[in-house]
């Protein structure tokens, strides 16, 4: 049973903060509360038992009183409900477990709560390097990182997911989730964060999603679009094969996920490039080197000189 408050020793928040704080966030501040309980899970291999006296460190509760203190949030990407406000004091944080569902909210309410985001599209080839780039607005720029790809490996891993194999089957065979899920869970972590700048990473990956979103969420800023050879991308991804554990970091599946994006995404870009909602950015050099522009972009638009 899952405890509704927490407090936690010293050695369990310590083992827990290093969990939240890995590279595994890749910059964002807000994932899912199961994810990092996995996390914490691997993290307590290392851990001496003496130290994890009992499971209920374990637990959500436990996980979300750390992470408030760290200024993260956490959450339940479908069902789109924040288990920690930032800021809360530890002893004070109620944690509820992942429900198979919840009420719906009213479209109208949607509507009112999402008025006046700043949404960011960010696309580009697998390996680009969005992820990094991304990590780095969110350090800069105050963004929520969303990655379209990491919420669906998230929800294709939670336990009762309805959508889980339909997700595991398209994201092996490189071809694009229905749209009606990916728009839900994005949908869901923007109105879960409280937050309201976004960079949407990997998404739209074809032209009805962006349509779609932009007519039942929220219109784009704008589409921040990192260009680089497929050679280039190519090596990065066999690269990072080696220890990502990815079922679609492999040549076969890169293959298809190149063919993917230049038959299905590129026209993305290209249909905001010609009503000049694009800023394209080359990501043939360092990552460094790459931000140097990123950040050129975004102080002229967002008039902060950082």
């Not at 001496?48 to 993260?72: C, E, F, H, N």
Request: proline share 4%; hydrophobic share 35%; net charge positive.
């Amino acid at each position: 049973m899952i405890a509704s408050s927490a407090r936690v020793s010293a050695t369990a928040s310590a083992a827990l903060r290093h969990s939240l704080l890995s590279s595994r966030t890749n910059g964002r501040r807000v994932f899912s509360a199961s994810a990092i309980q996995r996390a914490a899970q691997d993290k307590a291999s290392t851990t001496s038992s003496s130290s994890r006296k009992g499971s209920s460190w374990l637990t959500i509760a436990a996980l979300t009183a750390v992470a408030a203190t760290s200024g993260y949030y956490l959450f339940s990407p479908v069902e789109g409900k924040a288990t920690v406000k930032k800021g809360v004091p530890s002893s004070d944080v109620r944690a509820s477990p992942e429900k198979p569902s919840l009420p719906k909210i009213a479209e109208s309410d949607k509507k009112k709560a999402l008025q006046g985001k700043t949404v960011i599209f960010v696309l580009g080839g697998p390996g680009v390097g969005k992820g990094t780039q991304c990590a780095n607005l969110v350090r800069d720029f105050g963004f929520v990182h969303l990655s379209a790809g990491d919420l669906l490996r998230i929800e294709q891993e939670r336990p009762g997911s309805q959508y889980g194999e339909l997700i595991k089957t398209h994201i092996k065979e490189g071809k694009i989730v229905p749209m009606e899920v990916t728009i839900a869970l994005l949908e869901n972590s923007m109105l879960a964060s409280g937050q309201s700048r976004f960079l949407i990473d990997g998404f739209p990956r074809k032209m009805d999603q962006a349509l779609k979103f932009e007519e039942t969420v929220v219109p784009s800023e704008f589409t921040l679009y990192f260009e680089c050879p497929e050679e280039v991308m190519l090596k990065r991804l066999m690269k990072r094969g080696e220890t990502s554990g990815r079922a679609d970091d492999n040549i076969e599946s890169i293959k298809k996920r190149f063919r993917t994006f230049t038959e299905t995404s590129l026209p993305v870009v290209e249909y905001y490039n010609k009503i000049g909602k694009v800023h394209t950015v080359s990501c043939e050099d360092s990552p460094e080197a790459v931000y140097a522009r990123v950040k050129g972009i975004f102080n002229k638009l967002f008039n902060e000189d950082k």
